[in-house]
């Protein structure tokens, strides 16, 4: 399956493709590759991801994406959900979720690579408990999708690796397709509300091309 790159000004959204951003910018509708080197962030942390994420659904909704940035109650809401969307997506939970704070960017001093943190922060995990691994001991799933395989799960639960020697590559992430009517409203809201695939599936899911590859969620059922 080949990849596209797509302006977030193209006509189609939600696109239905495999998709990166041109700059591969963290963009609503479009997969963000935390492996690939950008000029504007080298070292990649959720919520900053969560921020450029939010600045580029504003711009595309024609609001202003300063917001993003801002330490309004609006725009802590907003981060909040964009938080929320993109470690509950399927893709993301099921190939990089884990329940250990300190491999997601947070913090938890009773569990492994705590690194002498002596404080909890849990703020980046989601209601379902678990976060997104950030660790570098995932699946190549970028190539893997490419090659019209179906990514996989390359660590347990507690975010260690499955295979003897770490993966090494870090996740490819799906960023949901949002209602930018909803984020323009004079209530914004970041949310998949109302946002559908043709296959009537939500897009908090990847693009049904995409999701008609598989997903496993341990790479050692094969593929």
Not at 45 to 67: C, I, N, Q, W
Not at 139 to 154: D, M, S, T, W, Y
Not at 211 to 217: M, N, P, S, T, W
Request: some cysteine.
């Amino acid at each position: 399956m080949p990849w596209l790159r797509i302006d977030p000004a193209m006509a189609g959204y939600p696109w239905e493709a495999a998709g990166l951003h041109p700059a591969n910018f963290p963009t609503p509708g479009l997969f963000w590759d935390a492996n690939e080197p950008t000029q504007w962030l080298e070292n990649p942390h959720f919520d900053e991801v969560v921020r450029a994420t939010l600045g580029s659904a504003l711009l595309m909704a024609g609001a202003d994406p300063e917001l993003s940035m801002s330490r309004t109650s609006q725009a802590r809401r907003l981060r909040q959900q964009i938080r929320r969307l993109i470690s509950e997506a399927p893709h993301n939970d099921v190939l990089y979720g884990c329940n250990n704070a300190n491999y997601c960017g947070g913090a938890d001093p009773t569990r492994p690579g705590a690194d002498g943190k002596g404080h909890r922060d849990l703020h980046v995990m989601g209601p379902q408990g678990r976060g997104i691994n950030w660790m570098p001991r995932h699946l190549h799933n970028r190539e893997r999708i490419a090659k019209g395989l179906a990514p996989a799960r390359a660590t347990t639960p507690d975010g260690e690796p499955l295979l003897e020697e770490a993966a090494g590559r870090r996740p490819l992430i799906w960023i949901p397709a949002l209602n930018l009517e909803a984020l323009a409203g004079a209530d914004p809201r970041a949310t998949t509300r109302g946002m559908r695939w043709s296959d009537d599936s939500s897009t908090l899911e990847v693009p049904p091309p995409v999701r008609a590859l598989g997903r496993l969620q341990d790479v050692r059922e094969g593929g």
